[in-house]
């Protein structure tokens, strides 16, 4: 590296010192962060937090320590960073999925088989990225809790406004509370996550679906 020269002023003199180009010149990032975040994400929703390595980060990344130190701050940071990109990628899918879809009842069928499915299909039994973590790291990070809690809060929100349209499109009958309806499927939801990390049935799962749709009548 060919040393630069700088002027000082100072109250005493004026002279030149060297100092490197590194000093001046802005690093240049040659990787997409949220293409990184989004491997990062499936990485740690794979092997989970304390099974995945920093070695492990830097290989399936394909970018180098000082870069991932750099831009994200450490391991602790992205998994933070990545664990909150799953939580606002699911709410913002579910949703465009709901918009799609106005008779609320087959909405929230189609919900459920979906997430049967991937559950059978997923040779990997990743389960779910929220409920991993549920069982891995609470009660010991705080900030983990309260992204879990924007989690479930979102979800049960989104539940609770599509039954609400449900209702006043006249879709839904009787006198229903809403509100614990929505956490009542939001549990079942996450429920059957959870059961797709040890050999799920989808006999057993549709079944306890088509229970919980009659509520919807």
């Not at 579910?94 to 929230?108: C, D, M, S, T, Y």
């Not at 429920?191 to 799962?205: A, D, M, Q, T, Y």
Request: charged letters at 25%; a neutral charge.
């Amino acid at each position: 590296m060919i040393a630069l020269l700088k002027f000082v002023n100072t109250s005493e003199n004026r002279f030149p010192i060297p100092y490197r180009a590194s000093q001046i010149m802005p690093r240049v990032k040659l990787f997409d962060e949220q293409e990184v975040l989004r491997k990062a994400m499936n990485l740690f929703w794979k092997q989970g937090y304390a099974a995945t390595s920093m070695q492990d980060l830097v290989s399936h990344l394909g970018i180098n320590r000082a870069s991932l130190y750099d831009t994200f701050g450490g391991k602790d940071q992205l998994f933070k960073s990545a664990f909150d990109l799953y939580r606002r990628t699911n709410k913002e899918g579910l949703i465009q999925f709901f918009e799609a879809r106005p008779n609320v009842k087959e909405g929230f069928s189609e919900l459920f088989e979906i997430a049967i499915r991937e559950a059978v299909e997923d040779e990997d039994h990743k389960g779910c990225f929220v409920v991993n973590t549920t069982t891995e790291l609470i009660p010991n990070d705080e900030s983990i809790v309260e992204i879990l809690e924007k989690s479930k809060g979102d979800f049960q929100l989104i539940f609770y406004e599509y039954l609400k349209k449900g209702k006043l499109d006249g879709q839904l009958k009787g006198n229903m509370d809403l509100k614990s309806l929505s956490i009542l499927l939001y549990t079942l939801y996450s429920g059957i996550r959870v059961v797709s990390k040890v050999r799920p049935n989808k006999k057993e799962l549709s079944d306890s679906i088509h229970i919980a749709m009659t509520l919807l009548g």
